[in-house]
C-alpha cells in the first residue's frame, strides 16, 4: 500500500506552488552568470512546469485528491484569458493568413491518423501490448485517448461512451495522456526558445507574426502608464466578473441543451467548461473594441500572466514520471503517436514555409486545448496568447467527429 502524501491540504500545496514559481523567476532574473548560463539553455517556462510534477512523482503531493488544477482552470483560466483578450489586435490577427488554418487541421489530421499507426507498429512487434478483449482492449482505449487529443476531457468523456472502454483501460490511457502530452508541452516550450532561429534556417515567412507582435508593441507604449489601485480593481472586475458570467450561462444553456438538444453532446456543446472558456474568450475580444483595451496600458496582460504561470504549475503537479515504468508498452505507442502527429506538423511546415509559432499552436490547439495552447502562444511572445484560444475552441468543436473518425480506424487495425 503506497504511503499516505506528504501535503494533503491545498493551501500549503498553493503556498508550495507560489515559493517554487517565486525562487525560479528570482534565479532567472538573477546576474550571477551561473543563473544566466542556466537560463541560456533551460526555459523558465520549462521550469515552471517540470518542477512541480516532482512533488507528484516522489508523493509529496497527491493531485488527485487536489483541487487547485480544477480551481485553477475553472476560475483563473477564464480570468486569464479575459486578460489576456481584452487587447487583442483581431485585425492583426486575421491578417497571420492561411498559415495558421493550415497548421491546425494538419495537427487534427496527425492525430487521427497517428493513432492508427501507432497501434499497427506497435501491434506488430508486440502484440500483446495492444491487445485485450471486450471493454479492456486497447484500441477502446485509444479512442478515447483520440479524443483528449482534439478537444479535450469533454471529447474524451464522449469517445469513451461511444467506444464503450472499460474503466481500467481508460484509467491507462489518461496516464498516457498526461505524460505524453506533458513532454510534448515540455519540448514545445522549449522549440519556442529557439524560433528566431529555426525559422531563418527554414526560410519560414513570419512577416504577419513580427507585424502583430509590433502593432502590440505600439499600443501598449501609447498607453503605457503606472498602474494604479483602480487599474488592479477594473482588470479583478472584468477578469472574474466575466468568469462569473461564463459559469452562470454554462449552468443555463447546458441543462438546456441537455434536455431539448441531447444531439449536442456529440460537439461537445454539453460540456460546462467549453462554454466557460467560449464565454471568457467572447467577453475579452468584446471588450478589446471598447475603452477597456487601454488596461493593457496598465499591465492587464501581465496580470492574465500572472494567473497562467499558477495554472502551469497545477498543470505540472498532474504529472508523474513514474507511470512510465508501469505500463511502459502503452507509453510507447503514445510516444509514437506524437511522434507521427510532430512529424507531420514538420512536414507541412516545411511545405508552405510556415513559423515555428503556426506548428506549435496548431499542434497545442489540438493536444492540449484552451487550457495548454494559450500557454505555448504566449511563450512565443505575450500578443499571441489569443491566437492559440482561437484555435483552441475550434479544437472542442472538431474533437468528436475527428475523434471518431478515428476510433474507427483504431477498431478496424485492431480487427475489432
Request: with cysteine; charged share 10%; hydrophobic share 55%.
Amino acid at each position: 500500500m503506497e504511503a499516505a502524501p506528504l501535503i494533503t491540504d491545498d493551501a500549503v500545496t498553493l503556498g508550495l506552488l507560489s515559493l517554487i514559481l517565486g525562487g525560479i523567476f528570482y534565479t532567472a532574473a538573477s546576474e550571477n552568470p551561473r543563473w544566466q548560463r542556466f537560463y541560456r539553455y533551460v526555459p523558465v517556462i520549462l521550469l515552471c512546469y517540470f518542477i512541480p510534477s516532482l512533488l507528484n512523482t516522489f508523493n509529496v503531493v497527491d493531485p488527485e485528491a487536489s483541487r487547485l488544477y480544477y480551481v485553477a482552470s475553472r476560475y483563473l483560466l477564464p480570468a486569464c484569458l479575459v486578460l489576456m483578450t481584452l487587447s487583442v489586435d483581431f485585425q492583426g490577427i486575421m491578417r497571420l493568413g492561411y498559415r495558421a488554418i493550415v497548421m491546425f487541421f494538419t495537427g487534427t489530421v496527425g492525430v487521427v491518423i497517428g493513432g492508427p499507426i501507432a497501434l499497427l507498429i506497435v501491434g506488430t512487434v508486440s502484440p500483446e501490448t495492444v491487445g485485450g478483449e471486450g471493454p479492456d482492449a486497447v484500441w477502446r482505449g485509444m479512442s478515447t485517448l483520440a479524443g483528449s487529443w482534439i478537444g479535450g476531457g469533454a471529447n474524451q468523456a464522449a469517445m469513451k461512451e461511444v467506444f464503450d472502454a472499460g474503466n481500467e483501460v481508460f484509467a491507462t490511457m489518461v496516464a498516457v495522456d498526461v505524460l505524453c502530452a506533458n513532454l510534448w508541452l515540455a519540448l514545445l516550450l522549449f522549440t519556442a526558445t529557439r524560433a528566431k532561429a529555426i525559422d531563418a534556417r527554414t526560410g519560414a515567412d513570419t512577416t504577419a507574426i513580427e507585424d502583430l507582435k509590433e502593432r502590440v508593441t505600439a499600443f501598449e507604449k501609447k498607453h503605457a502608464r503606472h498602474t494604479t489601485f483602480h487599474d488592479l480593481i477594473f482588470m479583478l472586475a472584468l477578469g472574474f466578473g466575466m468568469t462569473g458570467l461564463g459559469h452562470f450561462l454554462a449552468g443555463v444553456i447546458v441543462p438546456t441543451l441537455e434536455q431539448h438538444a441531447p444531439w449536442t453532446a456529440r460537439l461537445s456543446l454539453t460540456s460546462t467548461f467549453f462554454w466557460i472558456v467560449v464565454v471568457a474568450t467572447t467577453g475579452g475580444l468584446v471588450l478589446s473594441f471598447t475603452k477597456a483595451r487601454q488596461l493593457e496600458g496598465a499591465g492587464a496582460s501581465r496580470a492574465g500572466s500572472l494567473l497562467l504561470y499558477v495554472l502551469i504549475a497545477t498543470i505540472g503537479l498532474q504529472m508523474d514520471v513514474r507511470s512510465v515504468v508501469t505500463n511502459p508498452g502503452l507509453f510507447v505507442v503514445g510516444l509514437i503517436w506524437i511522434a507521427i502527429h510532430g512529424g507531420l506538423l514538420l512536414l507541412v511546415a516545411r511545405l508552405i514555409r510556415a513559423p515555428v509559432f503556426f506548428a506549435a499552436v496548431g499542434s497545442q490547439a489540438n493536444v492540449g486545448g484552451a487550457a495548454s495552447a494559450p500557454i505555448i502562444a504566449a511563450a512565443f511572445h505575450p500578443s499571441l496568447a489569443p491566437v492559440g484560444v482561437l484555435l483552441a475552441v475550434l479544437g472542442y468543436a472538431l474533437g468528436t467527429y475527428a475523434a471518431w473518425i478515428c476510433g474507427l480506424m483504431l477498431r478496424a487495425v485492431a480487427g475489432g
